[in-house]
Structure formats: C-alpha cells, structure tokens
C-alpha cells in the first residue's frame, strides 16, 4: 500500500503546511467536536482549492486501525529524491541518516521526526532491505517525512561509496566499537550516519565501508536500546556539538 | 488488566533472569521451529521449577494483538517500591525520571527501557494521571521494567515535595525554558528528571517545584520531538556528562 492516505490531524496538517503533497480530498468526521486544529485543516484546505467533504462513521470504519482521529486525506505519494540531485543541491557540513534494514514502520517514523528536530539534511532508504514510507511511518512521523528529504537507493552500497567519493564520511552504529558517540567530532564535514536493522545490525559490506564507528556506551547489563532511541541519542550529540562549538569560540 | 502476562520472547527471558517475578507457568507454541531463546526460556525454567506446557494454535488467538512470538508466561504483577523505601536505599549521586501524565504505553515502555541503559535507579509514575505498567509497557520496554525500581506515587507533587526536602534537585523537560538540556551540571547530585505527558506537558503544580528548566533546541520550525526520543537524549546527556568528567580529570 503506498501512503496516498494521510491519517489525523496533525499529520495532514503538517502535509498541507510543506507545499509537497498533491491533495485529492480531505474526509472529515461529521461526528467532532469544535476543535483549532480541524478548522486549520478547513482554511488550508479553502485557501488551497482543496475539496474536504464531512463523513459519517461507516465511512472510517475501514480506517479505525490508524487512528485517524476524524480526519483523513488522500494525497499523491511521498516523493522520492535521487542521490544525484540531493548531492548537488545541499549545505555545506550537511548530514544524512541512512537506515540499513530497518523494519519496524513505527521506528522509521519515529527517526525521522527526530532528525527533522536535529536538523539533518536527508535519510537514505534503500528500496530492497527494510521499509520505506508508508502510512505507518507517516503517521508516526507526525509528518515530519514531509520536511525532509528522503532518498530511495537500490544499492545503499553504492550509495555509500558516491558519497565517500564525494568527501562525505560514513559514520556506523556499532556496539561492537571502543568509541563512545560523543567521542567523535561530527564537526566540519558532511557525514552519513548508517543506523542498523533492529536484531541483525548493519551488514558487513556497508560496516566495511565506515570511516568511523561509535557505540552508545550501557550503563548496566541490560544492553537493548531501541534503534529510533540510538538514533535521536546520536542526532542530538550532533546537535549539541553544533550548538556548543560556537560558544566556545566566543569565550576565546 | 494487570500485566500478569509477559508475552515475547525477550520479555519472558528479562523476567525470568531479573527473578523478580513468580512465574505461574509459561505457554509455549508447539509450531515454532527451534530456536536458542525458547531453548533459554525452557533452561530457566526446568532449573526454577515453573511448569511449561505446549499449546496449539487456538490457545494464541486471543491474545494475537499482542506480538507473543508464541511464548506467553502468567506471572504475578510488576511489584511497584514506595518512595519511601527507594529514598532508604539508593546510591549517592542517583538518578529518577518522573513521568508526568504520560498516557500512551508504547512512550512509557520505550522510556523506561532506554533508562535501564542509562543507568537511571528509578522510575516514578502517578497513580493517577498517565498509565501505570501493563502488558505494552512491559512489551515496548524489552522486559527493562524487571531491572529498575518502579515508584508508584499517589501525589507527585508530594512525591516531588519530599525529595527536594532530603537534598534532591528537580529538573523539568519545558520547551519554554532558555536553557538548553546539555547547559545543566547533571552530577554531583541527586535529581528527579520529570517528562511531561505528550500533549499537555508537565502540569503547574510540579512545574513549579523545578529546581531547573530545560529545552531539547529545535534546529528547524518543526517542533515536535516526541517524549520517549526527548526522554533518551535528555539521559544519555547524563551519561555523557559522567563518562567524560572522569576522563578530564585524568587529563589535568
């Protein structure tokens, strides 16, 4: 099923603020209170000339394992970006999370809100291993996929090795690693970050290209953190390092 | 429903390996292949003395919801500490998360499991407002809740209010705050990191019991980190404030 279907307000919101979507109709429920978030929805979609009809029950009845919260919309599908026209277009110092095998929707969704927090450029989906962008993900994303670039690449080995080509640096996720992630300077380069599928981890012909890898450091035995949990932790590290970098040049 | 069933199979081997359960017995399906966790769970058992009987298909159905990986276990509920008690025996320089009204079990599972890797000594969730632990909880944690002091609070405002009293500082998650996450000294003291629920935030009452007022920075105008992503960066910067303070004081 692709994500032609966008569920709750807050993600169809988030899909009308972004520009990126072709919008068929939005489906409201006749059956809601007065609510802000609803009447937005209606003024974008007024000032849009986009067509939203009001629905009775039956007709979400389909939909009530998506927790739509009374509002749905049927959109044109999430567009993909090429590699190519991603690397000819980004800042200087940007960055990329790349999400080798990753299955869990929830957790896809999940990383990619928060590297649209963090400020990340893009997120590399390779289209044979893992999942890509569905309703699952959309909705857990809070529609954060619409404020991002997502880049489809059939080989995220050669993906990998374009990028290295092309001055980026592979940054993998391994709990393997003597390196702590707040150990590495994610400062003044482009880098990719290769997070890895939930029980198998990243493969060895991506892990054979890394330039660097990092572990999160566990502070008792219980060693199992959630992959969209690892992910936000380095993201933010990134963060951090950006935002305190600056300072310290300051006191100087 | 009480979490007196722990389904999956890396649950079943956290509780069983925490021995902080009694097990009534442990339902196995007879159409898995083999397989090293259901081998472990069949070892602990036969060595704990907890009955494991086969099943066939119809004995899982109602539960299917649940993602069992046909392994169920019937066990006596999580056992919730008193402040009190915790407040008796931890260690110095220890660390709790309060969740604030944090209603949706899937944040509260992920937030807990991502303490236990931080090292957090406790949890503390109001009876009241939010969820307490059932089945999801113990599910989305990975069975972390068998391996931290879980605090169940009728009042946390009260809760809060005794242990500022025995030299426990409060710090809350508030995105109006001008100080960012990783500003504060998080060591050298006891604190009480308090969440807020996913939409309403932390309430007035124990907003105003903070000892200290902290952001997670947003680095683009989509500003919606969920809670359990905000709960692990805000933990592990307190991981990485205590990895990194031994090691300065190495270098002087």
Known sequence: MNNNIIFGRNSVI???KSGRRNFNRILISRNLRPDAKIDLIKEYASNLGIPFVFGDKEQFIKYNEYNHQG????????????LEDFMTGHRENAAIVLLDGVEDPHNIG??????????????????????LINEVVEKTSAGAINHISIIKVNSPVSALQKLKENNWWVIASDHHSDD???????????????????????????????????????????????VSAAAGII??????????????????
Chains 1, 2 share one sequence.
Request: charge should be neutral; charged fraction near 20%.
């Open 14 to 16: 988030e899909a009308l």
């Open 235 to 252: 993201v933010y590290e990134y963060v951090r390092q950006k935002l305190t970098a600056g300072r310290k040049h300051e006191q100087k």
């Open 71 to 82: 509002v749905i919309a049927f959109v044109s599908p999430i567009e993909y970006i090429e």
């Open 110 to 131: 999940a990383i990619i809100r928060t590297c649209v927090c963090a400020g990340i450029d893009g997120i590399i989906l390779p289209s044979r291993r893992g999942a």
């Open 180 to 226: 702590n992630y707040f150990d590495i300077d994610f400062l003044n380069m482009n880098f990719v970050l290769v997070m890895g599928a939930e029980h198998a981890g990243i493969s060895k012909s991506i892990m054979n290209l890394a330039d660097f890898k990092i572990k999160i450091p566990m502070l008792t035995e219980f060693n199992s953190l959630n």
